[in-house]
């Protein structure tokens, strides 16, 4: 969604991808509810804001960043007297690049190290030294963190890394081999509507049986000696306020996901010796999330452990 590219958990992949693709941005609301003193941090050259806010009676500010743009734009309205003050966002950087460069010139300059006629080099021309290596973490590494910290950015990125592989078009090449790698594994996608790799969206649906399918087939299949419930986080505190209570707090391993009326977990159970895979996904729900969530740890407790 155009909506979510400016957000931090909609930052996208890069040829070359730095700091989780994210920036600070910081700006001022005046007493009369206008907008100055925009500016990124740090101060990234090729960055740049537009206020498209307008008066209003009320505050509602918010941030969009179109496809193709390196600029910021503030959408909504503010008001004289309303959010008078500093405030700060953490969004996504469209150029993670151009901050990478500037931290290693920052770097080689505190060091002593002066970086001249950048501009004039020619890649023919280049004379390079290696100065030093940094190796990837290991895939099982890094699912681990994506799947406790449900990052975006690593699961779009893995899924064009199978795109490369497969010598195809980035996105939808990676769509393609992942349900041809699913079908292989007699898994039925036909519930699996999907278009990136960024987990639950507007444009990626999928049913819970999909899901208790796909967890099942893979519950004993193994990569660098770790199954994918080994990968995922503990239950814990990461559903409602119920279940901590409970041994399914750490007897349950899951993975969630959630956007706006929609809330899903799936996991394993028990964590360490799965025999029951589960799934539940709620949407247009009518309560609040967090008494949505007490609801699915009775559910979860009711079925796991007859209580």
Known sequence: DVGDLAQDYGAGVFP???????????????????????????????????????????????????????????????????????????????????LLVMDVETA?????????????????????TLIAEHFSPELTDIVTSLLDRSDNMF????????????????????VNEVKRIFKGMGIDTESLFMRDGSGLARVNRSSVHLFCD????????RYNDKRLTDLMPRAKK???????????????????????????????YP??????????????????RATLKNNMDRMLIGALLGK
């Open 16 to 98: 070359i991808n730095y700091r989780d693709n994210t920036i600070r941005f910081n700006f001022n609301i005046d007493a009369k509810g206008r907008i100055f003193g925009g500016h990124f941090v740090p101060d990234v050259p090729g960055l740049a804001y537009i206020d498209n806010t307008r008066p209003a009676a009320r505050k509602s500010v918010w941030p969009t960043l179109e496809y193709g743009s390196n600029s910021l734009v503030l959408n909504g309205e503010t008001a004289s007297g309303k959010g008078k003050g500093r405030h700060s966002w953490i969004v996504a950087n469209p150029r993670p690049d151009a």
């Open 108 to 128: 080689l300059n505190t060091s002593g190290i002066t970086v001249e006629n950048k501009d004039n080099l020619r890649p023919d021309k280049w004379e390079t």
């Open 155 to 174: 699961t779009h990125a893995l899924l064009r890394a199978i795109a490369v592989r497969n010598n195809g078009d980035l996105d939808q090449s990676g």
């Open 214 to 221: 796909m967890l099942r087939t893979v519950a004993d299949k």
């Open 238 to 268: 990461r559903i409602g306020n119920i279940l901590p209570s409970t041994p399914l707090a750490e007897d349950l391993s899951l993975k969630s996901g959630s956007m706006s009326d929609v809330q899903c977990f799936v996991g394993y």
């Open 271 to 288: 964590a360490e010796n799965p025999t029951i895979v589960w799934a539940i996904l709620a949407g247009n729900y009518t309560c609040s």
